[in-house]
């Protein structure tokens, strides 16, 4: 499952800092620890990632969006977070997390 933005949910960053300017001016400081009204930081969504990962038994396909990507840069590659959460994500790559790195393929 994806990361929530609670009440944020479906509306644009214009509209985000519109209705909620302290929030957007937090979230731009610290997007790895800021959680959104009624939803969930990347950190608390790297919790979540981390128990789904403890119940691999081994290689694994996930296919996921952009945010669960940068969780697992930081679960899998060890990637600070502050970068995780800035890292760009093209839409339809392929990823793959082996031996603490991370790279596109496809």
Known sequence: MELSFGQWEGLTWAEIKARDP????????DKWGFVPPGGESYAL???RVNGCLAGLGGDALIVAHGRVARALMVL?????????AAA???QGVAMIFEKGTCREIG
């Open 76 to 84: 899998l590659a060890g990637a600070p977070p502050k970068i995780a």
């Open 45 to 47: 969504l790297a919790e």
């Open 88 to 90: 760009p994500i093209p």
């Open 22 to 29: 302290a929030g957007a001016v937090a979230r731009r400081a």
